[in-house]
């Protein structure tokens, strides 16, 4: 079987596949952004997707339904994920959004 996942801003969307890329089932987690106050910063808690992940895993009953062969992951992106040790998220995602280094990135282009 292959494990496929989608972390999108709102829905981590995961399925099952056999080998054949006959899709065995489908499910759906809701994902949300963080909280922020200010207008350029989109951020979210990547403990947010791990549990949505799992939550996603449960809902296609993985562990009652043998291995997998494989696992593909895509996601919004690029989104940078700050990871210390154990790979656990050490703040929250930047995201594709996030819009703080407007003004760096007018200035580089100008150069």
Do not use: Y
């Not at 969307?13 to 949300?32: F, N, Q």
């Amino acid at each position: 079987m292959i494990l496929t996942c989608d972390v999108g801003s709102t829905v981590l969307k995961a399925g099952l596949a056999d080998l054949d890329g006959a899709l065995l089932a489908r499910a759906e987690a809701p994902v949300h952004l963080a909280d922020r106050a200010h207008p350029l910063h989109h951020e979210a808690d990547a403990n947010n997707w791990i549990s949505a992940l799992g939550l996603a895993i449960a809902q296609l009953e993985l562990p009652q339904r043998g291995s997998l062969a494989a696992v593909v992951v895509s996601g919004n992106g690029p989104t940078l994920v700050p990871v210390g040790e154990g790979v656990r998220p050490l703040d929250f995602a930047m995201t594709w959004m996030d819009r703080r280094g407007a003004e760096e990135a007018r200035q580089i282009a100008e150069l």
